[in-house]
């Protein structure tokens, strides 16, 4: 099946869309799905190396700045640039971010900034580009890459939950605030994704299995289980989704019960 047949329901193709985060893991297979779905897409990410393949085989409709989202002036610049070579943008996808291990007594304030500069200010400051172009168009779709750490606290990460948490409230303020422009704001959740981040976990003896008896699909969640999902919020299909999160876990939340010894009643 071809790319256009695939994503055609989704009807994607020749808009606009900038993807943060998209050297790697869940924000490259973001931008590559969005680039097969026939968007155009402009890809901001400090390891612009990681951005090449796509460059390299959609010549024409995809483009990558090296920049950092925390960085107001970069950012600023790199959104004229894309409106100067695409035109308006349609879609936002806020992927950029990292996590610093650190107990919340113990976390350096420089370490904690660091986290919610990136995490939380960078996604602001890209949405705020962002919506005056989508404004100018009458529509846009902003998603934004959160994690279930945002609905439960990950222990011994610092300002990683309180960043994420931050990030959920943040898009349904902006929800609210336009979606009397025709602009939606939605996040998801992702849980346990297998990517080169997380890559050293699942090198550890038995980790694997334990993580996958941990989900009700009994798998580990892989980068496309995002972007598939991050496709569809962009698209009209997903027209009255608004101002909410998808939590795309694999029914791990559903797993608390099933995780409590009860004699008789499990094994």
Same mark, same amino acid.
């Given at each position: 099946?071809?790319?256009?047949?695939?994503?055609?329901?989704?009807?994607?193709?020749?808009?606009?869309?900038?993807?943060?985060?998209? !050297?790697?893991?869940?924000?490259?297979?973001?931008?590559?799905?969005?680039?097969?779905?026939?968007?155009?897409?402009?890809?901001? =990410?400090?390891?612009?190396?990681?951005?090449?393949?796509?460059?390299?085989?959609?010549?024409?409709?995809?483009?990558?700045?090296?920049? =950092?989202?925390?960085?107001?002036?970069?950012?600023?610049?790199?959104?004229?640039?894309?409106?100067?070579?695409?035109?308006? *943008?349609?879609?936002?996808?806020?992927? $950029?971010?990292?996590?610093?291990?650190? !107990?919340?007594?113990?976390?350096?304030?420089?370490?904690?900034?660091?986290?919610?500069?990136?995490?939380?200010?960078?996604?602001?400051?890209?949405?705020?580009?962002?919506?005056?172009?989508? *404004?100018?168009?009458?529509?846009?779709?902003?998603?934004?890459?959160?994690?279930?750490?945002?609905?439960?606290?990950?222990?011994?990460?610092?300002?990683?939950?309180?960043?994420?948490?931050?990030?959920?409230?943040?898009?349904?303020?902006?929800?609210?605030?336009?979606? $009397?422009?025709?602009?939606?704001?939605?996040?998801?959740?992702?849980?346990?994704?297998?990517?080169?981040?997380?890559?050293?976990?699942?090198?550890?003896?038995?980790?694997?299995?334990?993580?996958?008896?941990?989900?009700?699909?009994?798998? *580990?969640?892989?980068? =496309?289980? *995002?972007?598939?999902? $991050?496709?569809?919020?962009?698209?009209?299909?997903?027209?009255?989704?608004?101002?909410?999160?998808?939590?795309?876990?694999?029914?791990?939340?559903?797993?608390?019960?099933?995780?409590?010894?009860?004699?008789?009643?499990?094994?």
């Amino acid at each position: 099946m071809s790319d256009s047949v695939a994503y055609g329901w989704l009807d994607l193709s020749g808009r606009v869309c900038v993807v943060t985060g998209a !050297g790697s893991g869940i924000g490259f297979a973001v931008a590559e799905q969005l680039l097969q779905a026939g968007m155009r897409v402009a890809m901001l =990410d400090k390891n612009i190396e990681g951005c090449e393949p796509l460059i390299d085989l959609y010549k024409g409709h995809a483009l990558a700045v090296s920049a =950092d989202v925390a960085d107001e002036a970069a950012v600023n610049g790199f959104f004229s640039q894309v409106k100067t070579q695409f035109g308006n *943008i349609y879609g936002l996808v806020n992927c $950029a971010g990292f996590v610093r291990p650190a !107990g919340l007594v113990d976390v350096a304030i420089d370490e904690w900034n660091a986290v919610i500069n990136t995490n939380l200010t960078g996604a602001l400051i890209c949405a705020r580009n962002a919506i005056p172009q989508m *404004i100018e168009n009458g529509q846009g779709s902003l998603v934004h890459i959160s994690s279930v750490a945002a609905l439960y606290p990950q222990t011994w990460s610092g300002a990683y939950s309180a960043s994420k948490a931050g990030m959920t409230l943040m898009s349904r303020q902006l929800a609210a605030e336009h979606g $009397a422009n025709g602009i939606r704001s939605n996040s998801i959740c992702p849980g346990m994704i297998r990517t080169a981040l997380s890559e050293k976990f699942y090198l550890v003896p038995g980790i694997e299995d334990k993580r996958k008896a941990m989900t009700a699909s009994r798998r *580990i969640g892989k980068p =496309d289980d *995002i972007a598939n999902t $991050a496709a569809f919020l962009l698209s009209e299909r997903s027209s009255y989704i608004n101002g909410t999160e998808l939590t795309v876990d694999g029914g791990m939340g559903s797993m608390l019960m099933d995780l409590i010894p009860r004699p008789g009643f499990s094994d």
